[in-house]
């Protein structure tokens, strides 16, 4: 089955600064990949999503980008925010299908 | 829209006692997937439902724990008997078949076993 691995565990940045999570990906069949955030008490949100035929998406300050020949894809968030703390995780599926995620990056971004 | 809709928010039982967790998935999505969360092991997905029909069970950690989905607006999860270590989040999601589309998360359940 799918694994996902994601790194890193924890990432503190200063406010304003970029952050980036990366993420790698086991099964080339996989199509689908989702990156969530979440927030203290509160279920995962979906925040971007990339699908395999695709190398680059950008909302607003999040983008996400993918490189299905090394079988990684990565977050970046730029100048972030406080509200920006969150843990993110990251996910890979077949068709929206069996979804597998990642170990959660925990980031923190200090005022 | 209200979302998935889980209950109850948190669950706080005695060892040997039967937990059943509750979902109510978004009207119109048609696969349901159950999620149990802890620090150590992540997100583990534990079984799916399409069209109420369970396709995948092969996270559900023992014969201790069974999933049902009896129409396409519920689902319960149920743990018995249950046991400290199954203490975790569990959470609910909803998406819709054959679209690639991300899931939507309930705001989990909290157990704890004592």
């Known amino acids: ?30 199509n689908y990949f989702p990156w969530y955030k979440q927030e203290l008490g509160k279920g995962p949100q979906l925040i971007i999503d990339i699908r395999s035929n695709v190398g680059e998406k950008k909302d607003q300050r999040i983008a996400v980008t993918l490189n299905k020949t090394a079988k990684h894809f990565s977050l970046h968030i730029t100048e972030t925010q406080p509200e920006d703390s969150a843990v993110y995780f990251c996910a890979a599926s077949k068709f929206n299908n069996d979804m597998r995620f990642g170990a959660g990056t925990r980031l923190t971004v200090k005022p | 829209d209200a979302g998935v809709i889980q209950s109850p928010r948190h669950e706080v039982t005695e060892m040997g006692q039967e937990v059943t967790l509750r979902c109510k998935p978004i009207s119109g999505h048609n696969s349901l997937f159950w999620y149990r969360q802890t620090m150590m092991r992540g997100l583990e997905l534990l079984i799916y439902f399409n069209n109420n029909v369970p396709i995948d069970d092969s996270g559900m950690p023992e014969d201790r724990f069974s999933a049902k989905m009896p129409n396409a607006s519920f689902s319960t999860l149920k743990i018995q008997p249950s046991e400290p270590r199954d203490s975790a989040v569990y959470f609910c999601a909803s998406t819709i078949r054959g679209v690639i589309y991300g899931y939507t998360f309930g705001s989990g359940t909290r157990l704890t076993v004592v």
């Not at chain 1, 940045?13 to 790698?24: H, M, N, P």
């Open chain 1, 1 to 30: 089955g799918e694994n996902v691995e994601q790194h890193p565990s924890t990432l503190s940045v200063q406010e304003g600064d970029s952050a980036v999570i990366k993420c790698t990906y086991s099964d080339s069949a996989s």
